[in-house]
């Protein structure tokens, strides 16, 4: 069975975000992966920009009742009616998270894929403490490369 990778990050992010994710997205549609994500713009369609720009298949989990709402780079839509509930099927729809970038929608999605025992990499994302000052489990990525080698190699191993 061919690997899902779940992409996460704002709907309204910075030029060098939308790089990054679309690099990223390029990758793993590079290495034979799907990749799923939230289904609308900024780092979303960015990355799944990337994934159409090399022939790879997109997933978007939409939060309303209308594909035409997705952007344009997705080869499945999904619509839901979920709102911002669908951040649950994108967390664990994925076998490994790449969060690039974020606000509070991004956050929800990283702790619903740590809860349901995900890797989630990082670049240029969020951290975060427990109330005990432990540092939640999220992998900080140096570029798009490694990011997408520790989900691919956390699905190997899985």
């Known amino acids: ?5 779940a992409v996460i990050g704002p709907a ?15 990758l793993i549609a590079k290495r034979g992966a799907f990749l799923i994500c939230g289904g609308r713009g900024g780092v979303m369609e960015a990355a799944c ?13 939409l939060p309303g009742h209308d ?4 952007n344009p780079y997705l ?3 999904i619509p839901t009616g979920l709102g ?3 951040n649950a099927m994108v967390a664990s729809a994925g076998q490994a998270v790449i969060a690039i970038g974020g606000a509070y929608g991004t956050l ?4 619903l894929a740590l809860k349901a025992g995900r890797r989630v990499i990082g670049l240029e994302t969020w951290s975060a403490t427990d109330h005990a000052e432990n540092e939640l489990d999220i992998l900080t990525a140096r570029d798009a490369e490694e990011a997408v080698e520790i989900a691919i190699a956390e699905h190997t191993d899985a």
């Open 1 to 5: 069975m061919k690997r899902i990778l």
């Open 12 to 26: 309204s992010c910075t030029e060098h975000q939308a790089e990054l994710a679309e690099h990223v997205g390029t």
């Open 49 to 61: 920009k990337g994934a159409a720009s090399v022939g790879g298949t997109t997933i978007g989990i």
């Open 67 to 70: 594909v035409g709402e997705g």
């Open 75 to 77: 080869t499945i839509a």
């Open 84 to 86: 911002e509930a669908r």
């Open 108 to 111: 929800s999605e990283i702790a």
